[in-house]
């Protein structure tokens, strides 16, 4: 299955010739704005999570258990996301990439926002962190329907070799979502102190969400549909239920594709949300001074995926991937000493080193994932492998580290990042090689 795949994906690229360079241009733009935007609705949640989530929306108990509460929280839209990307992608699939998009930035926007204006614990006592609960939910379906989506944009319009460079204009969405929105914490944190952060202010980020949604939905509502999805449809009728054709037919692929990702996730969300949570409340660095050390770590993640997209396209998916995931398994190693016992600089170096590391990870997917599947169910298979590597590899990552930190100690934790990388390194040895552009 996994073979037929790889010996199909060339025609991913075979449509764009079709496609002015203009045009191009005005699609890499609409899927980098749209992943941006999506994933800094998703990361201003974690970190609120890290920060103030638990004390605001639930019981002054243990802080302990506050801190466990709010990374639960954190991955209830993980659990979410395989049923958007079932969702979404079952439309995408069906009726078109450029709707289903539309629709899937509208909720993850919508549910954002209104986490911004929810009441908390002391306004709406146990009501609170349900409706937290449902909103996080709901920005978990928007976003499983948004990478796979984005990243069909991208690769379905790409020239005929630089199918993994145009797809890594999708992962750029997370560094630079990344930088928005930590950038805007800080500045709150900073200008207007963290009493009234902590009262108030920390809403800003998901208010701000709404403005940015209706930026990203003029760009995508005067998009065009891909050629590759045109003219899946007028050689046959789409799927009739994508899910089942996935489960029945591309079985294979789709656990490996889920797998291959698992190591980005938990890269990201150990170095970022865990890792702030334990820099500020065990380490006791200040808020302002660790969410600068991660604005400076993300640009590495920005500087690494286009390398590694570049690789993937001269050297093939696997073997970028493979050397990736080995960095990164080695890489657990050097969490005690460095985040743990390290100086400042130390605890930025690792920082730096785990985000360009997921970043090394991460861009290959971009193509990878889409080469395994056919037009027909690409939507969905895609984005269905993507969102189960999230539940794997990212949706119990924080409050998993927070379990292994208090019984084991920061090893137990870099242990964590060892066993993901190990998994996704097996899982993308199993596979062929899907194309070299």
């Known amino acids: 299955m996994a073979g037929n795949a790889g010996a199909s994906a060339p025609r991913l690229g075979a449509h764009a010739r079709a496609t002015p360079a203009g045009g191009l241009g005005r699609i890499v733009l609409a899927s ?11 990361y201003i949640y974690g970190t609120a999570a890290a920060l103030v989530i638990g004390q605001a929306f639930f019981p002054q108990s243990a802080p302990g258990a506050q801190a466990l509460n709010a990374f639960l929280t954190f991955g209830i839209a993980f659990v979410a996301r395989p049923v958007g990307s079932i969702l979404f992608g079952h439309f995408g699939d069906r009726i078109g990439r450029k709707s289903t998009l539309v ?29 937290l609960c449902l909103l996080r939910f709901g920005q ?20 005929q070799g630089r199918r993994a460079w145009f797809g890594m204009f999708p992962q750029l969405g997370p560094p630079l979502g990344f930088l928005l929105a930590n950038g805007l914490f800080l500045g709150l944190l900073l200008g207007l102190g963290e009493p009234v952060f902590v009262a108030w202010a920390w809403r800003v980020p998901f208010l701000v969400s709404a403005a940015l949604v209706a930026i990203g939905l003029y760009l995508r509502v005067s998009m065009e549909e891909t050629p590759a999805f045109v003219e899946a449809l007028r050689r046959e009728p789409p799927a009739r239920v994508p899910l089942a054709e996935v489960l029945g037919r591309h079985a294979l692929p789709l656990l490996q594709g889920s797998l291959s990702i698992v190591v980005c996730y938990a890269l990201f969300y150990i170095s970022t949300v865990f890792a702030l949570g334990y820099g500020v409340g065990t380490r006791h660095i200040a808020r302002s001074d660790f969410l600068e050390m991660l604005c400076v770590a993300v640009v590495f993640m920005a500087i ?6 570049a690789l993937a396209d001269r050297f093939g998916r ?14 657990g190693f050097l969490m005690p000493r460095m985040l743990g016992d390290g100086s400042p600089a130390e605890v930025l170096l690792f920082l730096c080193i785990e985000l360009g590391l997921m970043g090394l990870t991460f861009a290959p997917l971009g193509a990878l994932l889409p080469e ?14 993507y969102n189960l590597g999230g539940i794997l590899g990212a949706s119990l990552a924080p409050f998993a580290a927070q379990l292994l930190l208090e019984r084991g100690g920061l090893a137990w ?7 993901a990388g190990i998994v996704s390194v097996l899982a993308v040895a199993s596979m062929r090689e899907t194309g070299r552009g």
């Open 32 to 42: 980098l704005v749209g992943t941006t935007i999506e994933f800094y609705d998703f």
């Open 103 to 131: 629709a899937s930035m509208l909720v993850m926007g919508l549910s954002t926002t209104l986490i911004g204006l929810l009441p908390g614990y002391a306004t709406a006592g146990a009501v609170a962190p349900w409706l």
């Open 140 to 159: 978990g379906i928007g976003l499983g329907g948004e990478w796979g989506g984005a990243a069909l944009l991208a690769t379905e319009n790409a020239p």
């Open 304 to 309: 690494a995926t286009p390398v590694s997209a």
């Open 318 to 331: 696997r073997p970028v991937l493979m050397a990736a995931g080995t960095l990164a398994a080695l890489s």
């Open 372 to 385: 395994l599947f056919p037009t027909r169910v690409r939507y969905t298979g895609a984005s269905t492998a």
């Open 413 to 419: 934790v870099g242990g964590y990042i060892t066993a």
